[in-house]
């Protein structure tokens, strides 16, 4: 049986469970751009030091600013996946 992230409509819901796809990721993604909508968003230190411990940096950034970084990431070949909320 396949795995199901929870559904993500806003920063509030973005946690361990959440973001657990990311971690499944192959090859392990290095770095996990996250868009949270109009505006930055502060998430909960818990769920990003549990990321840190998986070997994961997480940037939280407004949306427009994190499809930005992704593609500027991207382009240095950087091992990236993104998270995006719309604005």
């Known amino acids: 049986t396949p795995a199901v992230s929870p559904q993500v409509g806003s ?49 939280v950034q407004d949306t427009a600013n994190a499809c930005a970084t992704f593609n500027f990431l991207m382009n240095e070949r950087r091992m990236v996946a993104a998270g995006l909320i719309p604005p």
Not at 12 to 35: A, N, T, Y
């Open 11 to 59: 920063h509030r819901d973005i946690s361990h469970e959440s973001l657990s796809l990311f971690r499944l990721l192959e090859p392990q993604i290095e770095i996990l751009v996250l868009g949270t909508g109009d505006r930055v968003e502060r998430l909960h230190a818990a769920t990003l030091k549990q990321m840190r411990e998986c070997g994961i940096a997480v940037e």
